[in-house]
């Protein structure tokens, strides 16, 4: 099974607010687009996965990560994450029958290509699965096979929700990278200490840089 993973952006200006304890408004758009860059990097390197699709508004990353070979959905909607994730899907699946479907969350700067391997290989045991963050609250995949809504419900407590809405939790050991989201200081730490992407790498050194 090959799949379509879906990952929304928002505009850059407007993201990773909860950096600010850590970089400042000047930086966190750069971040965010590093973060971004380096998930669809890892993303399309996976043997598992078809194509990425990015949904967003914001001009610069649509350019940039086309650039690395992922299509752009805009963000028709406008009305929060998962509305923009039940959008990209949908318009997927209209193109052509057979699609997967995954959300994946943009800030996984560590992520690795065989890690997330693994972790897609089980979800297609089901219907619908998800993965929990590092922090044990959240989600940063979500899947969906062939003929099954997506049924997207990040946000606050994502774990719980998704695993109320019938969502099999898949409890997989040796994937750290495909949990490492980030948030705050804290998790760019955590990711660092993985090993990030080159772009991610990039921008964190910009960031020591600004506070020396």
Known sequence: MQWTLVVPLKPLAQAKSRLSDTADDGLRPGLALAFAKDTVSAALACPAVRDVVVVTDDALAARELAAQGAAVIPDEPRD???????????????????RDVAALNADLPALRPGELAVVLDEAAAFPRAFLAD??????TLLTAADGTRLRPLFGPDSRSRHRASGAVELL???????RQDVDTGADL????????????????A???MAEQ
């Open 80 to 98: 929060g994450l998962n509305a923009a994730l039940a959008h990209a899907a949908a318009e997927v699946r209209a193109r052509g029958p057979a």
């Open 134 to 139: 590092a922090a044990g609250t959240g989600t």
């Open 172 to 178: 997989v050991d040796a994937v750290d990278s495909v």
């Open 189 to 204: 730490r955590a990711a660092l200490a993985l090993g990030v992407g080159p772009h991610t790498a990039a921008a964190a």
């Open 206 to 208: 910009r960031l020591l």
